[in-house]
C-alpha cells in the first residue's frame, strides 16, 4: 500500500476527491492533509472524510524539519491539490519524483510565481484564449517548472466568464487528477 499526503491551501475540492477515489483502494491510501493555512476549508474536509490532518507555518516548513518529519512518517507520495507555498530543498531532496501539483492551465502558459486559481482563469479570459485546461506535473524547485506528466485541454467560449472557465477546470481536474496519481503509483511503485 502507498501512502500518499495531501497538501491544499483552500477549499480542498479536489483533495476531497481524490480522498473519495481511494477510500477502497488497495493501491493508494491517503494518510494525512496538511495545510499551511489553519482556517482553510480543506481541514473541515478532512474532519468530515475522518482523514488525520495538521496545519503548519512558514517556520516549520521553511525554517525546521517539523513538516519534512511528518511526511516522512506518513509519505510516500505527496501530492499538491490547490497548495500555493513552493516546496523547500529538503522535503523535494527526501521525495525525489514524488511529488505531484496539479495546475489549472496548460503549462508552460500561465503558470509561475502569483499564477494559481483565479488568477490563471481571469488571464485566460482577458486573453480571449481559444483553450485552457489543466496540468499534472512532477515538482521541482521552480513553479509549475518540473517534468509534465497529463494535460488535457478544453475549448473556451468567447461567452465564458471566469467562473464558466473556473468550472470546467475542476470538472476535468476531478475527472483525472486521482487516475493520474494512481496511474504513476502503478508505474513508479
Ligand atoms: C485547483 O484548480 C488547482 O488546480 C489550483 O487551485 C485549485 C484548488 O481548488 N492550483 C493552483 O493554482 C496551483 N498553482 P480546490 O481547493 O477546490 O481543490
Known sequence: MK?????????????ENIVKHFEKS?????TKILSNKKDAMVLERANRLNISSMSFNRADFYESEAVLDVLKQNAD?????????????NVLD???????????????????KGMYGMHVHEAVVANKE???G?????????????AIIFQNSFEVLPSDTVNDVAAK??????????????????QNG
Not at 477546470?169 to 502503478?186: D, M
Open 94 to 112: 527526501a521525495f525525489p519524483n514524488k511529488i505531484i501539483n496539479i495546475h489549472p492551465a496548460l503549462l508552460p502558459k500561465y503558470g509561475g
Open 77 to 89: 507520495y505527496i501530492i499538491l491539490a490547490g497548495f500555493l507555498w513552493k516546496i523547500p530543498q
Open 169 to 186: 477546470i475542476h470538472e476535468l481536474e476531478y475527472a483525472h487528477f486521482p487516475e493520474v496519481i494512481e496511474k504513476v503509483i502503478l
Open 26 to 30: 488497495q493501491l493508494v491510501t491517503v
Open 130 to 132: 481559444k483553450e485552457s
Open 134 to 146: 489543466i496540468t499534472i506535473h512532477y515538482v521541482n524547485e521552480n513553479y509549475d517548472e518540473g
Open 3 to 15: 501512502r500518499v499526503v495531501i497538501l491544499a491551501s483552500g477549499s480542498g475540492s479536489n483533495a
